[in-house]
C-alpha cells in the first residue's frame, strides 16, 4: 500500500472516530489528508470503498504483527499470552480504528464490509480456539466453545475499559492475568465435569465461516493468516505441519516488501500441494496476486 492511500485511510479512521461515519464528507476526509477530492477518488471508488479498507488494513497490520512473532519458541500459555499481548498493544496503537467500530456498531454497513466485519470476528475466535486446543489438549474439546467465548469475552471487556473509558491499566499485565484466570475456568468445569451451554454442533456453525470456500477476494496477508490457522488444525506430521507454517511465514514477510516477487509465491505455492484443505487458498492467493 502506497503512501497517500495509507495517509487517507488513517485520516478518514479518526475522522469516522469523531464524527461519525455518516457525518463525514468524501471532501472533509480530502481536506484533512492535504490532498483534493479527486485524489481520494484515484485511490478509492466511494466512501464504503474507504471504510471497506479501513477494516481489512488494520486486520492485515494486526495480521503482520502476530506474523512477526516467533511465537514457536514459546510455551503454549505464553503464545497465547503473547497473542493476546500483540492485540493489545495493537489495539491501542489504532484506538480511533476501535472507536470508529463502537460509534458505528448499531448503522448497517454494507453486505461486503459485513461480511469482512464477520470474517475477522470468526478468524479471531477461531485462533483462540487453536491456542486452547494447544494448551489443554483433547480434554477441553466439549468446553472448547465456551471456553473461547469467556476469552474473548474476558479480554474484549477490559480493552473496552481501557479504550473507550480511559481506565488506566496495566496492559503489560493483562494476558497473564485473564490467562490465570482462563485456567481456573477450565480446570473448574472439567473437575466439576460441567455441561457446555454452547454445544460443539452449534458452535461448528459459528466456524464455518472460516472454511476455504469463504476467502474469495480478501487481502493476500488473510489469506495466508487463515491458512496457518487451518494448518494448525490438521492432522499431520508435526515435520510437515512445520514446514508449511514456515513457507506461510515466509510469504507474510515477502508481502511486506512495496512489490512482492510473484516467482516467490509461483515457486513456493507448490509447497501446499497435496493437502486439499488448502487448496481454495493457493487458488484465491493466485487470483488475488495475479499471478495467472
Known amino acids: 500500500m502506497n503512501e497517500k492511500k495509507k495517509l487517507i485511510l488513517e485520516t478518514a479512521m479518526q475522522l469516522f472516530a469523531k464524527k461519525g461515519f455518516h457525518s463525514t464528507s468524501i471532501q472533509e476526509i480530502a481536506n484533512e489528508s492535504g490532498i483534493s477530492k479527486g485524489a481520494v477518488y484515484l485511490h478509492f471508488q466511494s466512501k464504503d470503498d474507504v471504510l471497506y479498507s479501513i477494516f481489512s488494513y488494520y486486520y492485515e497490520k494486526l495480521q503482520q504483527k502476530v506474523a512477526e512473532v516467533n ?12 497473542l493476546l499481548q500483540t492485540q493489545a498493544q495493537e489495539i491501542l496503537h489504532h484506538k480511533e480504528f476501535i472507536i470508529m467500530q463502537f460509534r458505528e456498531q448499531a448503522i448497517a454497513m454494507n453486505k461486503d464490509i459485513d461480511e469482512l466485519i464477520m470474517k475477522i470476528r470468526i478468524n479471531s475466535l477461531q485462533t483462540l480456539a487453536s491456542g486452547l486446543k494447544d494448551l489443554y489438549g483433547d480434554r477441553i474439546t466439549p468446553i472448547l466453545p465456551d471456553c473461547v467465548l469467556l476469552l474473548d469475552g474476558m479480554f474484549s471487556s477490559y480493552m473496552k475499559l481501557i479504550v473507550l473509558q480511559d481506565i488506566e491499566l496495566n496492559v503489560e499485565q493483562l494476558p497473564a492475568f485473564i490467562m490465570s484466570r482462563m485456567h481456573d475456568v477450565v480446570e473448574g468445569m472439567l473437575r466439576n465435569h460441567t455441561k457446555p451451554f454452547l454445544p460443539l454442533d452449534q458452535a461448528y456453525s459459528i466456524y464455518q465461516a472460516t472454511q476455504p470456500d469463504s476467502c474469495e477476494q480478501t487481502s493476500p496477508i488473510i489469506l495466508l493468516s487463515e491458512m496457518e490457522t487451518t494448518i494448525n488444525q490438521l492432522t499431520m506430521k508435526d515435520r510437515k505441519k512445520e514446514e508449511l507454517i514456515e513457507t ?34 493457493t487458488a484465491n492467493l493466485v487470483d488475488a496476486l495475479d499471478l495467472d
Open 71 to 82: 511465537l514457536d519458541s514459546y510455551t503454549p500459555e505464553e503464545r497465547l499470552q503473547k
Open 248 to 281: 506461510v511465514r515466509f510469504l507474510m514477510k515477502e508481502l511486506e516488501n512495496e512489490r512482492p516477487r510473484s516467482f516467490i509465491f509461483k515457486g513456493m505455492l507448490h509447497q501446499f500441494e497435496g493437502v486439499p484443505e488448502l487448496d481454495s487458498y
